[in-house]
């Protein structure tokens, strides 16, 4: 679903997971990261858990001397779906509220643990967003959510 809205706005896809072409999708994100300057990455992998940050986006940012902005979305009325990732699908004219956190530059490690460091220290500021959901002061129509 996300790749083919990406698609759709212009963006380069490139498919791969940890589990599935990972090695060869990274060498060409890093590729076209050093090449257009900007790249999106799904943190958490294609099976979770939800909001365990994988080491792709650390080594994608570090191999392309990048920096990384942590990005959520929440909506003011959507869909849940019964998925491992809560994946949400925003209804229609449901208020979109999109949030960039602060650049994080990680520098190359020397060592798994000194990585680990890094792996867990995006993850602890992803956490505090993970599928947050506006409160109706902060948006019009209130906050809803429907489980499919």
């Given at each position: 679903m996300i790749a083919s809205v990406a698609?759709?706005?212009g963006w380069h896809v490139v498919r791969g997971s940890s589990s599935n072409g990972g090695r060869s999708a990274l060498s060409q994100m890093i590729k076209y990261l050093r090449k257009s300057g900007l790249a999106a990455h799904i943190v958490d992998g294609p099976r979770g858990p939800a909001g365990e940050v994988k080491s792709g986006t650390i080594k994608l940012a570090q191999s392309a001397d990048a920096a990384i902005?942590?990005?959520y979305t929440s909506a003011d009325r959507s869909w849940s779906f019964k998925s491992w990732d809560s994946f949400f699908l925003p209804k229609p004219f449901a208020r979109v509220v999109l949030t960039f956190g602060d650049m994080i530059k990680y520098?190359?490690?020397e060592t798994q643990d000194e990585f680990e460091?890094?792996?867990?220290?995006?993850e602890s500021i992803m956490q505090t967003r993970l599928r947050a959901i506006p409160s109706k002061s902060k948006m019009a129509g209130g906050a809803g959510q429907q489980q499919i």
């Amino acid at each position: 679903m996300i790749a083919s809205v990406a698609l759709r706005s212009g963006w380069h896809v490139v498919r791969g997971s940890s589990s599935n072409g990972g090695r060869s999708a990274l060498s060409q994100m890093i590729k076209y990261l050093r090449k257009s300057g900007l790249a999106a990455h799904i943190v958490d992998g294609p099976r979770g858990p939800a909001g365990e940050v994988k080491s792709g986006t650390i080594k994608l940012a570090q191999s392309a001397d990048a920096a990384i902005i942590p990005f959520y979305t929440s909506a003011d009325r959507s869909w849940s779906f019964k998925s491992w990732d809560s994946f949400f699908l925003p209804k229609p004219f449901a208020r979109v509220v999109l949030t960039f956190g602060d650049m994080i530059k990680y520098d190359s490690t020397e060592t798994q643990d000194e990585f680990e460091v890094q792996r867990k220290y995006l993850e602890s500021i992803m956490q505090t967003r993970l599928r947050a959901i506006p409160s109706k002061s902060k948006m019009a129509g209130g906050a809803g959510q429907q489980q499919i």
